[in-house]
């Protein structure tokens, strides 16, 4: 029997499409929608080695197509769904965007700020909070990651080899 997806596991799928099309370009697997009124508005995946920006993150590309597509900067009534719980930068741009939910995957205990290393996106302290829900899909979410690094590893380590085998010619 197939079992029926939730509204929240429904949209990280969609999130995940996204975090494959990083993964086929040698990403980090990082993928991203904002949701409005049931509709994807905005779509992104890390980029950050292919268009040599720091700013290539999922969620800045996202923000930036779901503005385009309201036609405002703020994304009041806004759901964004996230593979990896966001760093420090796009936690912030969520705050700035005033987008009301985010839906994490897997957390980010290196860089995460919606909940692991800081909270951004609930601190009180700001003129907005997003309402935040974690590990949603969250062993497909990791399992891409994982797989993502294992076989950079095995990448990373050939290509020293290589790099010591021409040395030492």
């Known amino acids: 029997m197939k079992k029926v997806l939730t509204e929240d596991e429904k949209y990280m799928k969609e999130a995940l499409k996204e975090a494959r099309k990083a993964y086929k370009l040698g990403e980090v697997p990082i993928g991203c929608v904002i949701v409005y009124e049931g509709k ?5 995946y890390n980029r ?4 040599k920006t720091t700013l290539a993150h999922a969620e800045i590309s996202a923000i930036k197509k779901a503005s ?3 036609h405002d900067w703020r994304l009041e009534g806004c759901t964004l769904y996230v593979t990896l719980e966001p760093c420090q930068m796009c936690s912030g741009a969520i705050i700035q965007a005033r987008i009301d939910r985010v839906v994490m995957g ?3 205990p290196k860089a995460g700020c919606g909940g692991s290393l800081l909270n951004v996106l609930e601190n009180e302290a700001f003129n907005h909070q997003a309402l935040v829900t974690r590990g949603i899909l969250e062993d497909e979410c990791s399992e891409i990651l994982t797989r993502f690094f294992k076989e950079l590893r ?3 380590k050939l290509e ?3 790099q010591a085998e021409l040395s030492d010619e």
């Open 160 to 162: 020293k080899k290589k």
């Open 48 to 51: 950050r080695n292919t268009d």
């Open 68 to 70: 385009k597509f309201i």
């Open 154 to 156: 095995v990448r990373n």
């Open 40 to 44: 994807i508005i905005g779509r992104g």
């Open 106 to 108: 897997s957390m980010n």
